[in-house]
């Protein structure tokens, strides 16, 4: 309803929310935010709030689902109708149901399956307030839900967007930048430099794109770094919650 | 009978003995609350927001605002729809997919309170009479679930209504312009609401899920400003004699006063 | 299309349909309507047209909805899309959804349902024609089409709304006075003075509610005695029919 | 096999051995309506309505008329629709939900009739070309199930059509203002639907639910005022020979009288 | 968007596409065109292209729909949203799903089901481009699908439509033709003088339906030869293909 | 594990050994397409089609034009859309009803590169701002389903594109008038779409369906006509390194020249 500003990035390469670059949104985690879930996580990222909870391994429902080898793994990412501008209906959109597909599959190679066999493992990420780059917070969010539901992990996946903005490479974009430029987010499980998310849409040169995946990886490693800061808080609490009984 | 259901009917016995004698398994009285916490104005892009805790229960509310077409039966009031989603990241019995029944009676409940009340001044959302007018989208998220929802979501819904703006506009030629600024929601009156569970003939006040699944019956009382009542909904497949029916209502004007305090003074 | 009067209670007290404060509009009862149910009932409520059927005790579909220890009961209203001035689309609405949930309630208290393990119980309600207190029509025949399907009862449950309309308390609203007034449907097992459906909207003074509550009672106790007469009917007509063969 | 099976199959026999015999279970000779009930006008809150029994066949039509758009291809023309709803009330075979083939294909069925003989003058329907036009809703409902819906609803249908009337209204400046009175619905045509089964190279007229059962193909045929045929369905997954689908439509010829006064002197 | 012409049969009894009354539009037919199926056909006749596959006989999904004493045949009759002037949207339309119902069931007795107690057999129906006719042409493509997929059969199904049009009988009614006049499509069973589908709708004498029939009956020995040749060809195809081996 | 589960995974080891070995089992090297042949304008009720095979993949896209309303902030542009139906008739494994995740995933792939390239000048299909644009429906249908779905998908909707023609017209009073003759759709650019998959380590071009079951990760990379990447899509539950996907992105590069040679100089 307000006219966008004409640039997103001054002449001194600060962005509109005052951050340079290379450099990510602030992010605040904190886990085991929902009573009724194995495990959950809540993140802030800039303006993203979003929750993300993990029912499992359980049995499945319905049952003619289940796997004989593995886990099965299912994930819904879900918006809040509040959490944009103009008010989302409640029923599922094609944009939601890709992205818990991307995220399901961004998610599954971190997890062994394997260990629960004939079982269900749901994911669920709910964005109560969106401003770009949600799909990657989630995945933030859900793989420390994951970790919290005690579910054996390989890695962590941590996740990160790079992109293109008024023509310079950035990190984590924001709403405006998202809608402007190109995006480019990933996942990443850094013990294993696997990307397990990858998608793209704007314009990049083949070089650009390769600098970005650089960027973007780099931009996993922080969340990494955060991501396992949380946990270990987190292990902190149960330790003195266990000690204090 | 399964190992577990043992387990589960001797819970519920637990319960249901604990609340005869008057004090409840978690330490309360039969008629105290839960911790209440309420937070306001969280969601950016959300006109108005309120996030309810009744202890481990946790609702938040966001309030939307868009332009649409008035009812034809009422061109000069803008719309009010109250809608809630029971999403699975909430309890391991919340299944997605539209809204059930429990979902539908809980919106239905919330908005008959606000409706009834005249809570919000829909004659001031207004645009064009008969053409356009504002439409306030009331969304009611489950986010834990450990009972009574209705409770926490009427006061996150009243909560949020109160901390709601909208963007100041003038119409030139039938076209709506948005202008600087924002104005605060008219909001007239501010219904409470208190569901009374009954267990074994005894009422209680904020049942926890455990609790639920031993009670029979509820009464969700609304009650607005001038202390009139201005919607009811018994719940359950149990029943309530008068004399019970007329005792929660007393219990549910004992209370509203403390509530009333949280929401509006917040 | 054409205007409302501007007042429903004239300076006489008496209503637009011609009835007292406290009086029920004309009720005519039928029973065994409906060849295929196990039991149907039949009522008009001064223009309220409305059939009752139930099918059961019966198996469950789907199965895994069976309950171990009693009939599983389930109630469906639904208004035909010719019942109303604006015609009604087929799927059901909120409003439906939630009038079948508490008419569910209301009379299953009545029901002994643990006679009947494993099974279901299935109501159908179908409005013909609306004019204000369906839910209380609907109640009563259903009711009845419980008892008519042999289905052991702890009592009849009987239902009428009482209300307040231009300052009037009044006994069951009819359309014009429902949409302008207070309305407070009840259900009411005479025998054990036990309320198994309560809902209100409106404005009433916790002295009004009283009272309104005491006129809802004894609407439900003529309503009752109506009941137990068409139930009866309907016996000396099996009975006449048995002997006849 | 399970025991009811082979006592159904026995049954299935009996109904096929009596028809073959000329005479049916219930004493009607192979070409004899069951009784016939029509009341019309019975649902004062639709614009016409009818209720037909054939048998225990219990069947309600009502008729809503709304104001709508035309067709972008017929501006000039009002718009009719026919819908059913084989609701669970009507039968322990029916499931709640959106209309399953059958209903569709009754639908479709009647609607065929009613459209193809231009029984309603869709022109007088027409309010403001191109853009406004009245809406006629014609709602089947099946209350009990005992066979041969499809006349049962078609009989109604035409019933209901002619019990209906519409308010007077008139336009100015593109309003559509409503004033007293009422006009008829306007119908031309009367088309009268007669189903025929086969039976074991028999042919059988209104066959009740049992002997829908054994029936293998079903032709049902719509013969307007002049004599002419308008609309015909097989269905079932039998098949006809040319000599019983002639047949068919000289014993469709013979019944039509009988119902058409039924039907249109009401 | 453009006017329709105002005659759709010339003075000399030539329809717009050059056919005589009692012609049948150019019919080519492929079979065995989708990998994937069991059987499988591909018919152009006129402008209506159309293809249809068979899937079976195979385990029943879901399972309860198993028939004991024969194969469960199911029909899905679908109109590609291209397939006509005013794009059509995907979800099945109550015409389509009419449709679905009579070609099954004209179908039907020609398969020897009871050879395939507890399968399915569904036949899938796609119709790529659509100018009048398609349910015939369908069933002609679905018989041979059948025949391909090898279930044995008592008879291959032809259909053809007969109809008025500008006071003229016609056989095999184009788009235009379909929407002006009567419509009389039916299938056949040559061998058994079986008509497994006839509908009408428009305006016929008692004795024009008779010779609308018996003009029907012969497109439909027409179309009846065209299928044999095509499943002849099939099989010598076949032969070669084994031979060649 | 059945015997047919055993059947599968020695299948299923041979297809991963033979890709090792360089050599695919139909004989192709690693970064060979199957057959690729492609019909354009078979479909004369639709505004533009095309049929693409790969191997014995069979995709056919229709695309429709219709008059709708532009979004709100983009009065000025046409509106594009792109759907796809995994229609039974491709495959024993696709179920009839709404679309499922695989197919929203292709369709919006397909959607990414279109739009990110500016394929279509949406400007052009503006016909009254802010209130009648052209609506482009991209609706592919799979006819057999033998593997790489999406780019078969994205070679037959560029195909289509070119090959649409859209009726002329003109704005009368802010009605729509059709004229005689027809233009072509103005496409700019030709976004090609090559999906590149990984089996243990080795990079595979157009995987077969039995391929695809072995497969653990694809890229879906699109590229426009100054070479530059418009839309990358990674899917499947396996990962990739770094390494890879610039082989991935390099070995697009080396495939794209066929490609477009083929869609665009038919």
Redesign the interface.
């Known amino acids: ?2 006219k966008k500003p004409l640039t997103l990035i001054n002449k001194k390469n600060i962005r509109v929310d005052g951050r340079k670059l290379d450099e990510l949104r602030p992010i605040k985690i904190e886990l085991n935010i ?4 194995n495990g959950s996580a809540y993140i802030e990222q800039g ?1 993203n ?1 979003i ?1 993300a ?1 993990v ?1 499992g391994p ?1 049995e499945v429902h319905p049952r003619h689902l289940a796997l004989p080898d593995r886990a099965l793994l299912r994930c ?1 990412y ?1 918006m ?8 989302k209906r ?3 959109s ?2 939601e ?2 992205i ?3 995220i ?2 961004c998610l ?2 971190s997890i062994f399956g394997e260990y629960y066999p004939r079982t269900s493992i ?1 994911i ?3 964005v ?4 770009g780059g949600t799909r990657c917070s989630g995945i933030i969010a859900a793989s420390l839900a994951l970790a919290d539901a005690g579910i054996p992990l390989r890695d962590l996946v941590a996740a990160c967007a790079a992109g293109k903005v008024e023509e310079h490479l950035v990190l984590d974009l924001n709403g405006p930048e998202d809608n402007k430029g190109t995006d ?1 987010p990933i996942a990443l ?1 850094p013990t ?15 070089d650009e ?2 600098q970005a ?2 960027l973007a ?1 780099k931009g996993c490693e922080q969340v990494y770094t955060l991501q396992k800061e949380a946990l270990k808080a987190r292990y902190i609490n149960v330790k003195e919650e266990v000690e204090e009984e | 009978m399964t190992f577990s259901t043992m387990i589960m009917r001797g819970r519920h016995k637990q319960i249901a003995q604990s609340i005869l004698s008057g004090k409840r398994l978690d330490g309360r009285g039969l008629t105290d609350y839960r911790e209440i916490k309420l937070v306001t104005g969280i969601i950016e892009s959300a006109e108005g927001s309120a996030r309810v805790y009744l202890g481990k229960t946790d609702v938040i509310v966001g309030i939307k605002i868009g332009i649409g077409e008035p009812f034809p039966d009422l061109p000069n009031k803008g719309v009010l729809t109250v809608n809630s989603e029971f999403r699975p990241i909430a309890s391991p019995n919340f299944r997605a997919g539209p809204p059930g029944e429990k979902s539908i009676e809980l919106s239905r409940v919330v908005d008959r309170g606000i409706r009834e009340s005249s809570a919000v001044d829909l004659e001031k959302l207004c645009i064009i009479p008969g053409k356009k007018v504002f439409v306030i989208f009331i969304d009611i998220s489950i986010l834990n679930h450990d009972g009574n929802l209705i409770d926490a979501s009427a006061i996150a819904s009243l909560a949020a209504l109160l901390n709601t703006k909208f963007s100041n506009y003038e119409v030139e030629n039938d076209e709506i312009k948005i202008k600087t600024g924002y104005t605060q929601l008219p909001v007239l009156n501010h219904p409470i609401t208190v569901t009374v569970a009954k267990i074994e003939d005894k009422l209680v006040i904020d049942p926890s899920l455990e609790e639920e699944r031993v009670i029979g019956a509820k009464l969700t009382i609304t009650v607005e400003d001038s202390g009139n009542i201005c919607a009811i909904q018994k719940s359950g497949s149990d029943y309530f004699n008068k004399q019970l029916i007329l005792e929660a209502v007393k219990l549910t004007n004992e209370k509203i006063g403390d509530l009333r305090k949280i929401i509006v003074e917040d």
């Open positions: 309803m307000t929902i009573g009724n879930a303006k709030k929750l909870a029912y359980k819904q879900h809040s109708p509040f959490s944009v501008k103009e008010r409640p029923a599922p094609r944009r149901t890709e818990s597909k991307v399901r599959e599954s190679p749901d669920y990420i709910e109560l307030e969106a401003d480019m499980m294993f430099n696997a990307v397990t998310l990858l998608q793209m849409n704007g314009i990049l040169t083949t794109f390769e995946l650089n990886v």
